[in-house]
């Protein structure tokens, strides 16, 4: 197999121990790297576990860690490997994987480890059909999570970067291919200008994707319902403090309130959202409208009911447009003589998990807990999110190096063509990100914007 | 085609070419060159490599198709090196990897190269016939049989029909079936690959108004004049210079615009009288109007087509508005108010048979022995043509002789790029070669064809000794230049400061290498040479080729590595018969793609539009695993 490849194979987690693990000829080497310990990776035996810690490249200790390798085959990828079991969890796990990937690892792709284990002979032919299933679950989940990280803003400004290259691409491009048109002359100066504005564009994406500001992660739970069941109070029984604004009025929580929590080293990102009925009033409209979309982008939905009262039409409406994909629901106010049977409840949704609490009392919300990340958890690979953020990380990083080096190669008087061919690279870069194929949008782009004839 | 019918034992071939263009004259010669008994038919010998368009061969990208096909033993070169009247080399300051040369050729006595070489060449036969039939047994090929009735047999066909299937010429609302120019059109021949199973298609293509040198103003016009500098196309040419066949520049203005946009109602191509779909790059100059109307003036170019010829063509000037309209937009150009009109411009639909159905060198997937090459693959222009007619050419010799194909890859040259695409991903317009679909282009130069090409030429049996010793005499001297560069050391503070005069060239202390200077921007090889003269003064060829292999090293390095990194894949073989209906997690959507196109690699299949990287890793295991099955078959 070619290269090494990197990538947490552990879920989310403040706590615990979070696990980088990588495979392919000298990882072990790599890993030894980073990695100061009493003895060096290179000389302890293959599956003996070493005490130490990785360190930065500028000799900052990071993280206090365990490290191991595998001698080829010997390894679950049939090939040489090795995992480094961080103590400062995912966090630290994050940088130990990109101090990994500067030195020349790359981000595996979904399902690349169990591929590369069946194409080394350690999985045997009965294993291929889940080998097959593996590499398909892990691709859409990645494919969902980073469809996640890409709404809103960071969507904006990642296609507002490939918008600038591709336009910078096609006017070099077209200068190139069609010498004798009348196509204005791409000056160096401007092109560096713009280079550079592309490198500072990035950059700030990079800053605030770094400090997770919007590639965040976590499941994302919407608490939903109509008015006045008790999302709210749903939410600070899990928070066990208020926050929200929590009256007995409907339609109180007007706007989408989160919260994250960790469960069992879980972090749900809780969403509680406005009450779901026909507003009366612009601000509920916005209201309502933040909320559908909340549910819309969120992993698994909470159908909040207020036992106490009878089941209306409405309930069954709003309980049609959580089904998909995944949704828990809960009885609340238990503490009041309850008329709605979990019964009923699984009538309107078969085969959806249900459980009686009262967000009141506190009763039955750790259960409550319990149920969603079995729920989500149950059905994905969560590492997978996590790995697709660092996936996009590692792209912008590459493509910030790239545009850096085109603007190397512009002021070392480097040709044009070579100028364009780094370009190319790191809009590619960004292509992955967006998902978008890079050739075709260039020859879109020359033909759209220049009136070209030979 | 009944079967059992015989042909005359001097009717019986091992390759038969149809059609004499710029790829069929390459594939008979290469053809016939590896020791295949050739027949070449042609509509008509007189158009034996006629240039219908503009007759110029070479600019971006296709000037590189034309170095390759030199460097592999093909004619076009040679050809354009023999009847150029005018040229240039084009991107001068925009890098060596886009560097290349432009000739404007005498028409004449370009097909008369052509023709002398395909008529002289031995073990080729060139006959005036027209194809009427193929004769397909079994899905295997047999032989043709023509419009009078003869039957010629051959287990290997190709077909280089260019735009004479179906063809069908516009001008304004009047169309008629025609071939290019006049020329008579080949229907019968369309029906035959419809009913033997191929798919067929329809695009379109346009050329100019011709008009009469004697009567332009050339006074008016701004000249281009052909370049100072001696140049040629082909690696064993000599390089020249010339003069007396001047281009010329002349602009369109509001007058024109108005004229075309009080015509459009009487044009084909906006009353929806053309099915077939045209190319972007090279856009009649009414779709330039209609597209870009905020711009009020489109450069226009006058180019001479022969030396004993007053016809000038007009670059950038396609239509097929009515003849009257062509008339009045001519005349409303600077130095044209009294232009006459010789021959008037005209869109030309025509089939096609769309590549997915072929295999990367080019033989037909449901039909063996069946080649296609150049126009009637969706490509345009003549290089194009001859890079595919060359290496269908060279796959029928290979086919005859029993051995493997010739399958050039993407990082070898602009000719892999070019069947890749066509046969990956087919084409949507006629297919026009540019640098910017080449991912190695730092890799594939104008200058460098020759290592890329050469080696594959000579094995092939398309060079002969004394070509081959002047490559060989070439490369030594590039790497004893090189190795000098980068071993000489200069240790003279002043002479280094005269290398490095340079705003941006920077300093340097004594004890650097010749070579480290010449990487610095505005330092060329003589600014050097004149501090660390060489022993032997080395040919222009050799020393513009050690400073771009030096300046550009890094970058060169890098799309190495580049390359490496999808060898892999590119030697992962997809087995034929695969079944995509049975892979589990497949997308739909990718295995209807994958089931079309049969990729022959991972590599390939990476290409197909659509297909994601998931669907690639899925497929590899899926190969394994058959792999492992058959093993394992095999043993019990």
Known sequence: MEGIIAAISTAWGESGIAIVRLSGDGCRDLVNGIFRGRTDLSSTPPRFMRHGYIVDEKGMELDEVLAVWFKGPFSYTGEEAAEIQCHGGTVAARKCLDLCLSLGARMACPGEFTQRAFLNGRLDLIQAESVLGIIRSRSDRSLQAAAKCLRGSLSTKVAEIHEEMLELSAFGEASLDHPDEDIPPLDPRSMGERLSGISEMIRLLLSSARSGRFLREGIKVALSGKPNVGKSSLMNAFLQESRSIVTSMPGTTRDVIEEVISHKGVPLRLVDTAGLRAPRDEAEEEGVKRALDAIRESDIRVWVIDGSLPLSEEDREIAKTLMDPCCVVAINKSDLPLVVSERSVEDILPGTPVRVISAFCGQGIEELKDQIVLAVAGRTSLDEDLNTTERQVEELGKAMDLTISAMDALSSGAGLDAVLEVIREARECISRILGISTDESLMESVFSNFCIGK | ?636
């Open chain 2, 1 to 636: 085609m009944a079967r059992g019918e015989k042909g005359l034992e001097e009717n019986v071939f091992d390759v038969i070419v149809i059609g004499g263009g710029h790829a069929g004259c390459e594939a008979a010669l290469a053809s016939s060159r590896m020791g295949a008994k050739t027949l070449l038919l042609n509509l008509l010998l007189d158009n034996t490599a006629m240039m219908p368009c503009n007759p110029s061969i070479g600019g971006p990208a296709k000037g590189h198709l034309t170095r390759e096909i030199d460097a592999l033993g093909g004619e076009q070169a040679a050809a354009a090196d023999g009847s150029t009247i005018h040229i240039r080399m084009l991107n001068t300051s925009k890098g060596a990897a886009v560097r290349t040369l432009r000739a404007q050729c005498d028409l004449r006595d370009y097909h008369l190269w052509y023709r002398r070489a395909c008529d002289m060449q031995p073990g080729l036969c060139v006959m005036q016939d027209q194809v009427t039939d193929i004769w397909i047994e079994n899905g295997r090929v047999r032989g043709v049989r023509t419009g009078i009735g003869t039957i010629y047999e051959a287990g290997r066909v190709i077909l280089a029909t260019g735009t004479f299937l179906g063809g069908k010429v516009h001008i304004g609302l009047t169309s008629f079936p025609s071939g290019p120019l006049g020329q008579v059109p080949a229907p019968a021949l369309g029906k035959s690959l419809r009913e033997a199973g191929l798919q067929v298609g329809r695009l379109k293509t346009g050329t100019t108004p011709r008009i009469h040198a004697g009567t332009v103003d050339w006074e008016a016009l701004e000249r281009q004049e052909s370049a100072p500098e001696p140049y040629c196309f082909s690696h064993w040419g000599t390089p020249k210079t010339f003069s007396g066949f001047a281009c010329f520049l002349t602009r369109t203005n509001n007058e024109t615009h108005e004229v075309i946009r009080s015509s459009l109602d009487r044009s084909p191509l906006f009353t929806g009288a053309i099915e077939g779909r045209g190319p972007r790059y090279c856009p009649s100059i009414e779709d330039r109007v209609v597209r870009f109307p905020d711009k009020e003036s489109h450069l226009v170019f006058l180019e001479p087509v022969a030396r004993d010829s007053v016809e000038i063509y007009m670059q950038n000037f396609t239509t097929s508005l009515p003849f009257d309209s062509q008339v009045r937009m001519v005349r409303s150009l600077p130095g044209c108010r009294n232009a006459r009109i010789m021959r008037p411009g005209y869109a030309i639909e025509y089939d096609f048979v769309p590549p997915t159905q072929l295999e990367p060198w080019l033989e037909a997937k449901n039909i063996r022995g069946l080649f296609c090459a150049g126009q009637i693959n969706g490509t345009s222009g003549y290089e194009e043509a001859a890079s595919q007619g060359i290496l269908a050419g060279i796959n029928a010799a290979l086919s005859v002789r029993g051995e493997e194909p010739l399958v050039i890859e993407r990082s070898r040259g602009y000719m892999g790029v070019l069947v890749d695409d066509l046969v990956t991903r087919g084409t949507e317009e006629p297919y026009r070669m540019l640098t910017s679909r080449c991912e190695y282009r730092l890799l594939l130069r104008h200058d460098n064809a020759d290592h890329r090409f050469s080696p594959l030429g000579r094995e092939l049996g398309l060079l002969d000794d004394e070509r081959w010793r002047i490559l060989q005499g070439r490369w030594k001297a590039l790497e004893k230049e090189i190795d000098r560069l980068k071993k000489t050391r200069l240790r003279d503070p002043e002479a280094i400061g005269n290398i490095l005069s340079g705003p941006e060239a920077g300093t340097a202390e004594p004890g650097v290498t010749a070579a480290e200077l010449l990487k610095r921007p505005g330092v060329t090889w003589e600014m050097v040479a004149r501090a660390a003269p060489p022993g032997q003064e080395p040919d222009t060829e050799v020393r513009e080729r050690a400073e771009i292999e030096i300046k550009y090293e890094g970058y060169i390095a890098r799309q190495i590595s580049q390359v490496e990194r999808m060898k892999r894949m590119e030697q992962v073989k997809i087995p034929d018969g695969i079944d995509y209906g049975s892979i589990r997690g497949l997308l739909n959507e990718s295995r209807q793609k994958l089931a079309a196109v049969r990729p022959r690699t991972l590599g390939q299949a990476g290409r197909i539009s659509g297909v994601t990287p998931a669907d690639i890793m899925l497929l590899e295991v899926f190969i394994e695993q058959n792999r492992r099955g058959m093993e394992n078959a095999r043993k019990e």
